[in-house]
């Protein structure tokens, strides 16, 4: 393999000193000394509190807190309403009420203090084309939102993209997307710090995971715990099942911190 690849200097841009693709076996390189450091880190995201998120699926049942006697905003991200449908009640005065703004396709629920129930349920149909059944509870409470995401709408953006650019370039694309602190279409990045990892004079952090369709890109934090320079530069193979690394640097000289970037296909590496 080539110290530097053609698309090298396009990573250069964002901040990777050397970057190598389609590493396919097990070398004894600082890889290989990171391995067991790099493969068992998690994360997940703090939950916003200010309003009310929630995550659904195809023709799932949504629970939520609407605001009796205020409006409740419900949209969905990244897709809109195109059709909702309740029973019409016998006493339409004491009825909850829907209405729908067609321009973003949120819809706004009115449920008036006489209303009889605590909850009430409703089906909805996406302009996307999923359908959800909300059965959501009711609370006096000021005017308040509810933001519905469906994972597959990320996965159809990421998977158009990654078939538009091709394996090798979408590899490097994630790599300059996570040097630059930037989200590639459909792509989920999740940022947290994680406990560090030792192993022998590199400590290893993973601090930004960024999932695909088909391709996962992490973000670790090296730190040069030894007393000599570390030649990260010399490596130019990761560990079996890369699609393709990356360091911010060539040397890490002792108590230095750098990045380094790993691309692999969904289901880890060998």
């Known amino acids: 393999m080539s110290a530097l690849t053609p698309y090298a200097s396009t990573a250069l841009g964002a901040g990777v000193a050397c970057l190598s693709l389609g590493a396919t076996r097990r070398i004894d390189t600082g890889w290989k000394a990171f391995g067991l450091a ?13 309003d009310q998120f929630v995550e659904a699926a195809d023709n799932a049942k949504i ?5 009796r006697g205020e409006l409740t905003r419900i ?28 321009v ?10 006489q209303f009889a129930s605590d ?10 084309g999923f359908v959800y059944k909300f059965a959501c509870r009711t609370v006096p409470q000021e005017a308040s939102q509810v933001f519905v995401t469906n994972p597959a709408l990320k996965v159809r953006d990421a998977e158009e993209w990654e078939r538009e650019t091709g394996p090798n370039d979408a590899a490097i694309r ?15 990045g999740r940022t947290e710090l994680g406990l560090p990892r030792k192993t022998g004079t590199i400590e290893v952090q993973l601090v930004a995971e960024y999932t695909g369709a088909e391709l996962t890109g992490q973000r670790f934090r090296l730190r040069n715990l030894g007393k000599a320079p570390l030649e ?3 490596d130019r193979e990761g560990p079996a099942g890369a699609i393709a690394f990356a360091y911010g640097r060539d ?6 911190v750098t990045s380094a970037f790993l691309v692999f296909r969904k289901g880890g590496l060998e």
């Open 38 to 50: 790099l493969c068992a880190l998690a994360f997940s995201a703090a939950p916003a509190r200010a």
């Open 63 to 67: 629970d939520c807190t609407l605001s």
């Open 75 to 102: 949209a969905l991200i990244d897709d809109g309403f195109a059709n909702v449908s309740k029973i019409a009640s016998a006493y339409p005065y004491n009825d909850f009420t829907i209405t729908h703004e067609p």
């Open 104 to 113: 973003r396709g949120d819809i706004y629920i009115s449920v008036p203090p």
């Open 119 to 128: 909850r009430v349920s409703f089906f909805a149909t996406s302009k996307a």
């Open 174 to 188: 994630l790599i300059e997307a996570m040097a630059g602190d930037a989200v590639l279409p459909g792509f989920v």
């Open 232 to 234: 990260l530069g010399q």
């Open 251 to 256: 040397v890490l000289a002792p108590n230095e």
